[in-house]
């Protein structure tokens, strides 16, 4: 427990100057832990407005989310420059450069808020943009070498989104388990997007490490290059989680709905359309 408290006095302590005198405090920064809590809410088509307290989850394609608030504030993780055939633009868009897959060099000018996952190879690129509705921050980690067996450090990032007093985590292109200080930087998870691809990011059992440790409410799987591995990955996790497989594409939650029990729900990609 004090090794735990130690770690995030240090990880609070490193943060910059600004970070604590003028930043909105992070309420979820803290020892990860589950929050509980009774049932989900099922209405959730994503043009309809968010119900008070919640926030809408809506699986567009591969690593990208469209995350709702009842504000009606938007962000879109692991933007690749295409949404499905709609009009809508999002307040924020979260990118990492580890493929083609989870950015775009030619985002929609129209978007506020372009936030790059991926440092300069020696130095993270770091975010802490609050909206008033959503705070989005980051957490910076390494990735494998495109061009070489090496590291690239900060290539990727965890992006953390706080509203409705959620703490929901994207943990991006991830290629190994965070450290100690990593984890305490993310802190308390409500609800997290995996990739449980096991191959391109982290092996299915270190992922199955990792989602044990942050002790989230709500899992929801992406990144599953084929149904049979996302068979596999859920046949690993129900010992420790159950499993809600659904038919849709969103999910609504807040806090007062989570799981009793940490759960992991499946979602199914669609692209967004405003039809």
Known sequence: ????????????AAMPAVAQDDRRPSHCIAIADAT?????????????????????????????FLIQTEDGLSAVTDYTGYLG?????????????????????QPDERIPNVLKGWGNGYEPNEHWLDLGGMLIRNVPTDIRSAYSEGTEKFGNSIFVFETAGLCIGHLGHLHHEPDEMQYASLGRLDVVMAAVDGGLTVSQDTM????????????????????????????????TFEID??????????????????TIVVLQPQYLSDN
């Open 36 to 64: 509980p809590g009774m049932q989900y809410l099922h209405k959730a088509s994503w043009t309809e407005p968010v119900p008070e307290q919640s926030v809408r989850i809506n699986y567009i394609d591969h690593a990208s």
């Open 85 to 105: 055939q709609t009009n809508h633009v999002p307040d924020v868009a979260t990118m990492n450069h580890a493929h083609s897959s989870h950015w775009t060099a």
């Open 1 to 12: 427990m004090f090794r735990c408290l130690a770690v995030l006095c240090a990880a609070l």
């Open 208 to 239: 199955k490490d990792i989602l044990n440790r942050l002790k989230s409410s709500v899992v929801i799987p992406m990144h599953w290059f084929g149904q049979s591995n996302l068979d596999r990955f859920l046949a690993g996790m129900e010992d």
């Open 245 to 262: 497989r659904r038919a849709g594409s969103a999910m609504e939650v807040s806090l007062r709905t989570l799981p009793d029990r940490p």
